[in-house]
């Protein structure tokens, strides 16, 4: 059954080095969540949606052939938007082979979730990386709904789905904060006969919450002990829709931190999605002293969006403390907010990060010895990170991705504000996320080669 996917994006060894003022403007690559729940939700309307903006990186890429091998039409126009022609809740075919996910969590357990409703079995798999991470969260939700699976040790990929069209509505208390835990019950959910709820210890990024609704489906949201309840009716048929995505503030967070910590430098980045529950990174360098300016950008779609100004200063940062309330909106920017802390007056304190360590890699342990290897005091204590900031730390080390994009990008930023340069090791894998990363950060004067990394 095991068909691992190839984990030839380990290859590749880029450099960040010292120096170079940024400079002038970017438009950073699509959201990668509203991308993958684009095609996916797409696929389960009646007819044909459009989505233009979407990622082009090989997480999005594995959602699309997944959905081709599960029947679905995807076609490209010459303006590089997409057609998606929907099967409906319900219809997607049997696939003949092995549904590899390659390095995203994301289309895993959302796929996960869509398979739950149909009445075949799939096989679901990835990269080492992908396979080593927790599959529990969404498999017991979806089994108390009537799905069965069959796994690798532990829970963990490769594992198999035998969905049916009779799926059970469920109330479902999520141990962590999860947007890919919640996506997947609801869209389960829409295969089922009544109401389907999560209720989430914090909110999560609603992306698909709101995409849902605009293809019609019944969703609501009531807040609960400082947390949400979010609930979806089943027995759904959604309506196709033209969606517009933003680009990906997680992205954008690398270019903004480079600038940050580079004298002189301004940047503008493009029509960055700034949907409240991600934007902790934007609020938390602004808490350390950054200079950030926000102009909305006028945009098509559910999801707001802005122009982005940033100006660096040498020595313009101060340490943070973040409570474990930024966690669920600032989740993905830990790796970009450590190297902006680790060039920061004072001992940052990001708090109540535990999720990092089930990430593409165990990003706590990878940002603590990353740092401390680069010269930088950093150290964890129970679920916290704290990161002693230095004006110019020393850098002079090899970093390995160990097939995490963001760890990889994050250390070639640092390398740009070090005093000697920093490598890292398996910086291919910068493709699942920004394949052009290397060459707009150039573009913007940064010092940070990929060779064919990720040019
Ligand atoms: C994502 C949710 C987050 C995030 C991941 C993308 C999504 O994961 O880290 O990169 O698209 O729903 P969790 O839901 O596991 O927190």
Redesign the pocket.
């Known amino acids: 059954m095991t068909q691992p996917s190839s984990d030839s994006p380990s290859a590749g060894t880029a450099v960040g080095r010292p120096g170079g003022v940024l400079s002038g403007r970017l438009r950073v690559p699509g959201d990668?969540?509203i991308s993958?729940?684009a095609f996916l939700i797409s696929a389960l309307a009646v007819g044909e949606s459009h989505a233009d903006g979407c990622l082009e990186s090989d997480d999005v890429l594995a959602t699309q052939a997944c959905l081709r091998a599960l029947g679905v039409e995807i076609r490209q126009t010459a303006s590089g938007a997409y057609r998606i022609h929907g099967r409906g809740v319900h219809g997607l075919a049997p696939s003949d082979g092995v549904l590899d996910c390659g390095n995203s969590?994301?289309a895993a357990?959302?796929l996960a979730g869509i398979l739950a409703g149909h009445t075949f079995s799939a096989v679901l798999s990835g990269d080492t990386s992908l396979r080593s991470r927790p599959m529990r969260?969404v498999i017991d939700p979806l089994m108390a709904m009537g799905a069965e699976f069959l796994t690798s040790r532990d829970g963990r990929l490769p594992m198999t789905v035998t969905g049916t069209d009779e799926l059970l509505p469920l109330d479902w208390n999520s141990a962590?904060?999860?947007?890919?835990?919640?996506?997947c019950v609801l869209l389960a959910g829409l295969h089922a006969s009544g109401t389907t709820t999560v209720v989430e210890p914090r909110p999560?990024?609603d992306?698909?919450e709101r995409m849902l609704r605009g293809f019609g489906a019944a969703v609501s949201t009531a807040a609960v002990d400082g947390g949400q309840a979010v609930s979806v009716e089943g027995n759904a048929t959604l309506r196709p829709t033209a969606i517009s995505v933003p680009g990906d503030v997680?992205s954008a967070a690398f270019p903004i931190v480079a600038a940050l910590l580079a004298d002189g430098s301004e940047v503008e980045l493009e029509r960055v999605g700034t949907n409240p529950t991600r934007t902790g990174v934007l609020d938390a360098l602004r808490a350390m002293g950054a200079d950030i300016d926000e102009e909305p950008a006028v945009g098509a779609g559910a999801e707001p969006m802005a122009n982005l100004r940033v100006r660096g200063r040498a020595g313009g940062l101060r340490a943070v403390d973040l409570g474990p309330e930024y966690a669920?909106r600032t989740?993905?920017e830990y790796p970009a907010l450590a190297m902006a802390a680790a060039c920061a007056d004072g001992v940052s304190r990001f708090r109540g990060v535990g999720?990092l360590r089930?990430?593409e890699s165990d990003r706590l342990e990878a940002l603590r010895s990353g740092l401390v290897a680069a010269g930088v005091a950093a150290r964890v204590e129970d679920d916290d990170l704290l990161i002693e900031g230095t004006p110019r730390p020393r850098g002079g080390v090899r970093i390995e991705a160990s097939l995490d994009h963001r760890i990889a990008m994050a250390f070639l930023v640092l390398g740009t504000a070090c005093a000697e340069p920093i490598e890292v090791g398996g910086a291919g894998t910068i493709r699942t996320s920004w394949p052009e990363f290397g060459s707009a950060m150039r573009r913007l004067g940064a010092a940070i080669d990929t060779g064919t990394a990720a040019p």
């Open positions: 990668k969540s993958h729940r969590g994301t357990r959302l969260r962590v904060p999860s947007a890919q835990v919640k996506t999560s990024r992306h698909g997680s669920p989740i993905d999720e089930v990430k």
